[in-house]
């Protein structure tokens, strides 16, 4: 059976995403683009036929390659990276830090399934320079590891 691939807009015959019309013209909404399991209903699964990160302790998907922005940032354990957007992560209370860009309102966010801490999430920016990094994600490189399709 032919399919639509919600991430890279083309037809795959061996994608796991969830089927859509060839000639669908919204965007895809994040929960279009995750198949939802009804065992762990928590637990979101990105597309087997892209490459993904997933949590190092427990594999559960965090992030498609596609939702990378860089890969130029510093956690508390090292590098990490900043995505556009992940899956299956819970997220703490915002509190204020100062980081190595200034002061950030930031939240903790952690895996929803081995509960593992993996970064933040960037709340708000307070000098003009860095507002484009809010809403977006922080995973640190010590916490996931790549999955699918990395040769």
């Avoid at 939802?36 to 990160?53: D, E, N, V």
Wanted: charged share 20%; with cysteine.
């Amino acid at each position: 059976m032919t399919q639509v691939c919600f991430f890279c807009q083309r037809v795959q015959q061996s994608c796991s995403s969830p089927s859509a019309s060839p000639d669908a013209s919204e965007e895809p909404g994040p929960t279009d683009m995750v198949k939802m399991t009804k065992s762990k209903t928590f637990q979101a699964y990105l597309p087997s036929c892209h490459r993904t990160y997933s949590c190092i302790h427990c594999r559960a998907h965090l992030a498609n390659h596609d939702e990378l922005i860089s890969k130029s940032f510093q956690g508390s354990q090292g590098r990490a990276y900043l995505f556009n957007s992940v899956v299956n992560v819970g997220c703490g209370p915002a509190e204020e830090r100062v980081l190595l860009t200034g002061l950030h309102a930031v939240a903790d966010i952690y895996c929803e399934n081995c509960k593992t801490t993996l970064g933040w999430k960037y709340e708000h920016a307070f000098e003009s320079s860095q507002k484009y990094k809010e809403g977006k994600f922080i995973i640190e490189l010590a916490h996931m590891i790549k999955d699918n399709g990395w040769e």
